[in-house]
């Protein structure tokens, strides 16, 4: 039997623009949406350093992961879209920061742009609850 998917808001982080929640589960996977560099007031937080901007969303997503009772190592995908990959080598230090020797399945895009002005990066992902 399939079990209902569950769409999730956590305290803490930036309430998503109209109809789209934080994150679903999805049996045991949780599927997080695309998560922006804003604090919880709508401002972005890193200014024009994708590596400040990269460590805040990955915070974000740290978040929300333990909220819903998994762990980073159980990140299985991220999706990263970016427009600049100049920038590229500061999001990775981010990244290596966050999940130490875990690495998940990645993918990344340059984009033309992103809907919070200011962003320089966007992430998604796919993590197995445990």
């Not at 769409?7 to 998560?35: E, K, R, T």
């Not at 920038?87 to 290596?96: C, F, H, K, S």
């Not at 340059?110 to 320089?120: D, E, F, K, R, T």
Request: hydrophobic share 55%; net charge negative; charged share 10%.
């Amino acid at each position: 039997m399939i079990q209902p998917l569950r769409a999730l808001d956590f305290p803490g982080v930036a309430q998503p623009a109209p109809h789209y929640a934080d994150a679903v589960i999805a049996g045991n996977l949780l599927f997080v949406s695309g998560l922006l560099p804003l604090d919880m007031q709508g401002r972005l937080v890193g200014g024009n350093d994708a590596g400040a901007q990269a460590a805040h969303i990955l915070g974000i997503l740290r978040h929300i992961v333990e909220s819903a009772g998994s762990s980073l190592e159980h990140v299985a995908k991220l999706t990263v879209f970016m427009t600049d990959l100049g920038q590229r080598a500061a999001v990775n230090a981010a990244r290596i920061a966050c999940f130490g020797a875990w690495r998940p399945a990645s993918t990344l895009v340059q984009v033309s742009g992103l809907i919070a002005p200011g962003a320089l990066l966007e992430i998604d992902a796919v993590a197995v609850l445990t």
